[in-house]
């Protein structure tokens, strides 16, 4: 299983950025599929959560009306567009998959939110 994230960068506060993550070597359409992050000195946190058929989602209430998770199947994408960005938001964010109790982690990409 393989992870391509991309999408991170700087942005200020109140701007938006869309971070995607492209899978290879597994049965995407079969999983949830999850953001994490991890800012520095603190541990890592679920972000949002999305069904394998796309239908249902769940976020962490920090970022409840500002995130959107969405998922393309036949892209084996699943994409986290972040609106109305904070400083608290920086950190580094990872998508997930857990496949028979074992967790399939991306690289993790860098958002920094700051002026």
């Known amino acids: 299983v393989q992870f391509v994230e991309s999408g991170g960068g700087l942005v200020q506060p109140g701007g938006s950025l869309r ?7 597994v049965t995407f359409s079969s999983y949830v599929m999850s953001w994490y992050r991890q800012a520095p000195g603190k541990e890592r946190e679920l972000v949002a959560v999305v069904s394998s058929a796309g239908g249902s989602r769940t976020y962490a209430d920090s ?7 969405t998922r393309d199947n036949a892209k084996n994408t699943v994409n986290l567009q972040m609106n109305s960005l904070k400083p608290e938001d920086t950190a580094v964010y990872y998508c997930k998959v857990s496949i028979l109790g074992t967790d399939y982690w991306g690289q993790g990409t860098q958002v920094t939110v700051s002026s």
Request: aromatic fraction near 8%; hydrophobic fraction near 50%.
């Open 19 to 25: 971070l995607s993550c492209a899978a290879s070597g």
């Open 63 to 69: 970022v409840k009306g500002r995130f959107a998770i």
